[in-house]
Each structure stands twice: as C-alpha cells, then as structure tokens.
C-alpha cells in the first residue's frame, strides 16, 4: 500500500471517529458521508462506497459497534456508534495529528521565511 | 435496477467470506444504493439518471469489495486460538470432572446435577458466541465441544 493510500485511510478513519464521537449518537452510512460533506462544504468529496470498508475496519478493529435498525419489510439500516476503545483511540489519533500538524507548520514557516 | 445490481455484483466478486457476512454486508450497500436512487428520483431525475447517479457517487464496486474483504478476512491469532482450542479445553474440563482422580466415573445425572457442568457447557457456547458475534460460530463451538464430551465420556478406551 503507498504512502497516500495510507494517509487516505488513516486520515478518513479518525474523521470517522471524530464524527460519531462529537454527535454522540448512531450513525449510518449514507447519514456519515452527508454529514461530512455538510461539514466540508463540499470540500471533503470520496466516492462514497469507499467509507464503507474503513467503518467495517473500524468496526472490526473494536472501535465502532453497529446495529440493524428497522423493521422486517422497511428500509433496514445498519448504524455505527463509538466504543470507549473508540474514544481512546481518538484522543491518541488527535494528539498524534496535532503534534504533526504543528511540526509540519513550523517547518514550512522556517522554509517560508527569507 | 440493474445497474445496483451489477455494482453489488462487483463488489461480491471480490470478496471470499462466509456467507452471512457478505449477505449483511451487501444488504448495507444496497441500501445505501437504493436510498441514494430514491433521493434523486425525489429531484426529479428519471429513473435511469437516478441509477446512473448512485452508481457514480459509489465508485468502483471491486476497489470497495477488495476493502471489505481485507477489513473481514485476517483473523487475528488470538481469535483462532480461542476458536480452534477452546471446544477441547472445554471438552477436556468436563471429562476431568466426570472422571475422578482415583479413576472412578461418575454417571450422566450425577454429572448433569454438577453445576461446573453447566457452567463449562455455557462457557463452550458463549464465549465464542460473544467473541465472534455470530451465533453460527458458536453453535459450531459448541457442537465440537460436545461431541469430544461424548466421545471422551461415553468412550471407556479414552479414559487416562
């Protein structure tokens, strides 16, 4: 796997994980994707069946649970909340994301200056 | 609506589980399809430019059935372990009480009276049902478990 898939994924499971954390309630697929594009206004476009196997990685991974919502006969759903492993992971994840994000800044300051 | 069913089609061709789990995992992407088809036509889109548009959003069917499989297919080796060893343990457990030490054994009721029995036989069924969340794998836990309890306490010729 190259570097930006790699980045790829791992940029996209934290978003994930930050994403059913802040809202705090279950989440399925489709309900996700339109709710990060909201978010990005637009910015943050994926083809969409991609979300699908990082939630189940995720999932797999004992980050997120999921259940089947609805009735035999309806629209049947499957929804995906955090889990208290979940939770720490993304605390790990973001303070990782920040201190790279800072060192990066620095550096290109450095390169940016005369 | 052949082009869902060509894109889950797709996706199907490139995964190798058991059948349960691609039967979940393809009702999610149809439903996710289906509901994507279903909020164009609510734009006025005909019926073939509602599928056509699900299925662009989507992407490629064997790139995100090639990621389903990898996300489903690597057990790790603690959970084989536990599948493979854990019936015999069990098994093991339960013939350690029905055989005393100095070689006597005891019979069915007195055994189905123990309640270490019912707890090794719950533990045969529920730990791998819960580890594995999915009742096929622990009722196929279970029935190596009892079938070693039968052979190791109905068979005198395996008694140590």
């Known amino acids: 796997m190259g570097v930006k898939e790699q980045m790829r994924k791992g940029t996209t499971?934290?978003?994930?994980?930050?994403?059913?954390?802040?809202?705090?309630?279950?989440?399925?697929?489709?309900?996700?994707?339109?709710?990060?594009?909201?978010?990005?206004?637009?910015?943050?476009?994926?083809?969409?069946?991609?979300?699908?196997?990082?939630?189940?990685?995720?999932?797999?991974?004992?980050?997120?649970?999921?259940?089947?919502?609805?009735?035999?006969?309806?629209?049947?759903?499957?929804?995906?909340?955090?889990?208290?492993?979940?939770?720490?992971?993304?605390?790990?994840?973001?303070?990782?994301?920040?201190?790279?994000?800072?060192?990066?800044?620095?550096?290109?300051?450095?390169?940016?200056?005369? | 609506m052949s082009e869902i069913d060509d894109l889950v089609a797709r996706i199907q061709s490139q995964m190798d589980l058991d059948g349960e789990t691609e039967h979940e995992i393809l009702a999610e992407i149809r439903d996710h399809l289906e509901e994507v088809v279903a909020e164009a036509r609510a734009q006025s889109l005909d019926e073939a430019q509602a599928l056509a548009r699900a299925a662009a959003r989507f992407g490629v069917g064997e790139e995100v059935g090639r990621g389903l499989q990898?996300?489903?297919?690597?057990?790790?080796?603690?959970?084989?372990?536990?599948?493979?060893?854990?019936?015999?343990?069990c098994a093991l457990i339960l013939r350690w009480l029905a055989f005393a030490p100095d070689g006597t054994a005891v019979g069915w009721p007195q055994l189905l009276s123990r309640p270490a029995f019912w707890i090794v036989a719950l533990a045969a069924l529920l730990i791998p049902l819960l580890k594995f969340e999915r009742w096929r794998y622990g009722l196929a836990a279970w029935a190596i478990f009892w079938g070693l309890t039968v052979l190791f306490v109905v068979w005198p010729a395996l008694r140590w």
């Open chain 2, 70 to 89: 990898a996300a489903h297919a690597g057990w790790g080796t603690a959970d084989a372990v536990i599948a493979a060893g854990l019936p015999v343990v």
């Open chain 1, 13 to 114: 499971s934290v978003i994930l994980l930050n994403l059913l954390s802040e809202l705090g309630r279950p989440m399925y697929g489709y309900e996700i994707i339109q709710e990060l594009e909201a978010r990005s206004q637009g910015s943050f476009r994926f083809k969409e069946g991609l979300i699908y196997p990082r939630l189940h990685e995720l999932e797999q991974d004992g980050l997120l649970r999921s259940e089947w919502q609805g009735e035999e006969g309806t629209r049947r759903r499957k929804f995906y909340a955090i889990t208290d492993k979940g939770r720490r992971t993304l605390a790990e994840e973001l303070r990782d994301w920040h201190s790279f994000a800072q060192a990066v800044n620095r550096l290109l300051s450095l390169e940016a200056t005369p």
